[in-house]
């Protein structure tokens, strides 16, 4: 069987094609991506993402059949997100996914987004039952399967730790391109001084908003790029780095022993950055578990995640109503019936 | 001079942050806690995070034993070492109670629920905040009409501000659901006991619906 998917939830808009033959092999066939990249010290609005998204949804949907070499009639089934994510960008994807599944006559499968992230990080990286750790722009989660749902074992309270890191970047005036992590992390490897920031673990929950006022109130008191600061724009990034991602270790970690799991698994565009994955991994050492990563093809968003997780709902019988494919801004992880499991 | 090198320790757990021994201590079964240094954190980091939660954990045991709640009781800290000596308790935690006993018959809910509320009431009118409430970290002794026992206070500080109790209880909340799941009428149960149990009760609870919505309020976005 052959699924198309097509994500868009927040500044990137991908088409992925996935294959799951019957004998069992599962292939990418292909996987285009085009991001919306704002100038330094700017977000995305949602209205600009949507109007991206629209511009980019048919070249990236011929992109991604010709790599294929495929043509419509080949796909068997076509997945969507359904959400979370903003609402803009997300309506307009699910436009494009409903007129393509009129067009061509093939049914349709709404996703969660963060269904999709675990499910391609579990395909790319063959983890079999692993603790997710999911740390986007948009969402921080610990993440174990228990009882045929993707339980929420911890969580950030405010707001996501790539929200954090990027809001720190353009507090810092970092470019945006390829993405506001990156930058951080190649000015963490530049930093020597470890400052001392909050801390703030409750339980499995953390919390990053507390973090970013005080990195903001530290730049306001010294302007880091100024020869005189006592820290520099690269000490700042890295003691953020340490901290945060210390915490998130700490509460994965902390995850493993309460279930007494093996296998931990980080999905999501920050879960591309190699000191993440590098701390993640001596913890993993340390206990006797395995640390499973991607890089930013499958980590970042991707239309291929959402073929995964669709493909694999359709297998089991879902299809989703015409009438029922709207979408949602708010969709818990643990919403989902995961019956392919 | 107690000697901090026990010479049978049997390890009997390996926790996320520390590893727990059983010990002869003074002629009596001990528990050794030893916090272990966290290769993947910065060393400042780690020494700043190890020696803070030791001196915590060790205060808030006391104050809350002092209190009234069943805790285990302690006989050493030694900070050099990140460990600390206290009592053993002969027991089973609620988490395996509850996964051996489920379903949970509403009579036998209701008192475990009470007795669970009863002593964070008096943990959190004590300005405790626990940090880590999961079924894990709570102990029945063995014997008839058995005390629920507190354990693991790594994570505990002290706070005024109802918002950290309130977060507390969520903490507990979320373990609950995801251990075992449909539990929600026994984590109400807790919380009715709570709110006749504890003096500072109900504004807790009011504030507990706050950290709810803003929790449910991170599926945002994508």
Same mark, same amino acid.
């Given at each position: 069987?052959?699924?198309?998917?097509?994500?868009?939830?927040?500044?990137?808009?991908?088409?992925?094609?996935?294959?799951?033959?019957?004998?069992?092999?599962?292939?990418?066939?292909?996987?285009?991506?085009?991001?919306?990249?704002?100038?330094?010290?700017?977000?995305?609005?949602?209205?600009?993402?949507?109007?991206?998204?629209?511009?980019?949804?048919?070249?990236?949907?011929?992109?991604?059949?010709?790599?294929?070499?495929?043509?419509?009639?080949?796909?068997?089934?076509?997945?969507?997100?359904?959400?979370?994510?903003?609402?803009?960008?997300?309506?307009?994807?699910?436009?494009?996914?409903?007129?393509?599944?009129?067009?061509?006559?093939?049914?349709?499968?709404?996703?969660?987004?963060?269904?999709?992230?675990?499910?391609?990080?579990?395909?790319?990286?063959?983890?079999?039952?692993?603790?997710?750790?999911?740390?986007?722009?948009?969402?921080?989660?610990?993440?174990?399967?228990?009882?045929?749902?993707?339980?929420?074992?911890?969580?950030?309270?405010?707001?996501?730790?790539?929200?954090?890191?990027?809001?720190?970047?353009?507090?810092?005036?970092?470019?945006?391109?390829?993405?506001?992590?990156?930058?951080?992390?190649?000015?963490?490897?530049?930093?020597?001084?470890?400052?001392?920031?909050?801390?703030?673990?409750?339980?499995?929950?953390?919390?990053?908003?507390?973090?970013?006022?005080?990195?903001?109130?530290?730049?306001?008191?010294?302007?880091?790029?100024?020869?005189?600061?006592?820290?520099?724009?690269?000490?700042?990034?890295?003691?953020?780095?340490?901290?945060?991602?210390?915490?998130?270790?700490?509460?994965?970690?902390?995850?493993?022993?309460?279930?007494?799991?093996?296998?931990?698994?980080?999905?999501?565009?920050?879960?591309?950055?190699?000191?993440?994955?590098?701390?993640?991994?001596?913890?993993?050492?340390?206990?006797?578990?395995?640390?499973?990563?991607?890089?930013?093809?499958?980590?970042?968003?991707?239309?291929?995640?959402?073929?995964?997780?669709?493909?694999?709902?359709?297998?089991?019988?879902?299809?989703?109503?015409?009438?029922?494919?709207?979408?949602?801004?708010?969709?818990?992880?643990?919403?989902?019936?995961?019956?392919?499991? | 001079?107690?000697?901090?090198?026990?010479?049978?320790?049997?390890?009997?757990?390996?926790?996320?942050?520390?590893?727990?021994?059983?010990?002869?201590?003074?002629?009596?079964?001990?528990?050794?806690?030893?916090?272990?240094?966290?290769?993947?954190?910065?060393?400042?980091?780690?020494?700043?995070?190890?020696?803070?939660?030791?001196?915590?954990?060790?205060?808030?045991?006391?104050?809350?034993?002092?209190?009234?709640?069943?805790?285990?009781?302690?006989?050493?800290? #030694? +900070?050099?070492? =990140?460990?600390?000596? *206290?009592?053993?308790? !002969?027991?089973? &935690?609620?988490?395996?109670?509850?996964?051996?006993?489920?379903?949970?018959?509403?009579?036998?809910?209701?008192?475990?629920?009470?007795?669970?509320?009863?002593?964070?009431?008096?943990?959190?009118?004590?300005?405790?905040?626990?940090? #880590? +409430?999961?079924? =894990?970290?709570?102990? *029945?002794?063995?014997? !008839?009409?058995? &005390?629920?026992?507190?354990?693991?206070?790594?994570?505990?500080?002290?706070?005024?501000?109802?918002?950290?109790?309130?977060?507390?209880?969520?903490?507990?909340?979320?373990?609950?659901?995801?251990?075992?799941?449909?539990?929600?009428?026994?984590?109400?149960?807790?919380?009715?006991?709570?709110?006749?149990?504890?003096?500072?009760?109900?504004?807790?609870?009011?504030?507990?619906?706050?950290?709810?919505?803003?929790?449910?309020?991170?599926?945002?976005?994508?």
């Amino acid at each position: 069987m052959i699924a198309i998917g097509f994500e868009g939830s927040a500044n990137k808009i991908g088409v992925g094609i996935m294959e799951h033959s019957d004998d069992g092999k599962v292939s990418v066939l292909a996987n285009p991506r085009h991001t919306y990249i704002t100038p330094p010290g700017q977000g995305f609005l949602p209205k600009d993402t949507a109007a991206h998204h629209r511009a980019h949804v048919i070249p990236l949907t011929l992109e991604a059949l010709a790599e294929a070499n495929l043509t419509p009639k080949d796909i068997d089934v076509i997945c969507f997100t359904k959400g979370p994510g903003m609402g803009g960008p997300l309506t307009t994807v699910a436009i494009a996914a409903r007129t393509l599944s009129l067009l061509w006559g093939v049914p349709l499968v709404a996703v969660n987004h963060c269904v999709g992230h675990i499910e391609m990080g579990r395909m790319i990286t063959g983890a079999d039952n692993p603790v997710v750790l999911y740390v986007s722009g948009g969402n921080t989660q610990v993440i174990a399967f228990s009882e045929q749902r993707y339980r929420i074992f911890g969580e950030a309270i405010d707001i996501a730790v790539g929200n954090c890191l990027d809001r720190f970047a353009r507090i810092l005036g970092l470019p945006n391109e390829p993405f506001p992590g990156w930058q951080i992390e190649q000015r963490a490897k530049k930093g020597t001084q470890l400052i001392d920031l909050p801390y703030t673990v409750k339980g499995m929950d953390v919390s990053f908003s507390g973090i970013l006022s005080h990195m903001e109130s530290l730049v306001r008191d010294h302007d880091p790029y100024l020869p005189d600061a006592p820290y520099t724009a690269d000490d700042l990034c890295f003691s953020l780095q340490e901290t945060v991602f210390a915490m998130l270790v700490e509460i994965t970690e902390r995850a493993l022993a309460h279930i007494g799991a093996t296998e931990v698994l980080i999905v999501g565009g920050v879960g591309c950055n190699e000191r993440l994955q590098g701390m993640m991994g001596e913890m993993a050492t340390q206990r006797g578990a395995h640390l499973f990563a991607t890089d930013e093809r499958f980590c970042i968003d991707n239309g291929l995640m959402i073929a995964q997780a669709g493909l694999l709902a359709h297998k089991h019988g879902v299809v989703t109503d015409l009438t029922d494919t709207w979408c949602t801004q708010r969709y818990r992880t643990d919403e989902v019936l995961v019956t392919w499991r | 001079m107690p000697d901090t090198q026990p010479p049978v320790a049997t390890l009997i757990k390996q926790g996320a942050e520390a590893r727990v021994y059983t010990i002869p201590f003074a002629g009596r079964p001990a528990i050794v806690k030893e916090r272990f240094r966290k290769a993947y954190r910065h060393p400042t980091l780690d020494e700043k995070l190890t020696s803070r939660r030791v001196v915590q954990e060790a205060r808030c045991l006391h104050r809350i034993r002092r209190a009234g709640v069943d805790t285990p009781t302690v006989y050493l800290v #030694d +900070l050099k070492a =990140s460990t600390i000596y *206290m009592e053993f308790i !002969d027991g089973i &935690s609620v988490r395996d109670h509850i996964l051996a006993t489920s379903p949970l018959n509403h009579q036998h809910e209701r008192e475990l629920a009470t007795k669970i509320a009863k002593s964070l009431g008096v943990m959190h009118d004590m300005d405790i905040v626990h940090g #880590d +409430l999961t079924t =894990s970290n709570m102990m *029945m002794r063995a014997g !008839d009409n058995p &005390s629920l026992v507190l354990i693991d206070f790594g994570l505990s500080f002290v706070s005024t501000l109802v918002e950290d109790k309130a977060v507390d209880l969520y903490v507990l909340e979320r373990a609950l659901s995801s251990t075992h799941p449909d539990t929600d009428s026994f984590f109400q149960a807790i919380l009715n006991a709570y709110a006749k149990n504890s003096k500072g009760g109900k504004p807790v609870l009011k504030k507990l619906e706050d950290v709810r919505r803003r929790g449910r309020k991170r599926t945002a976005f994508g």
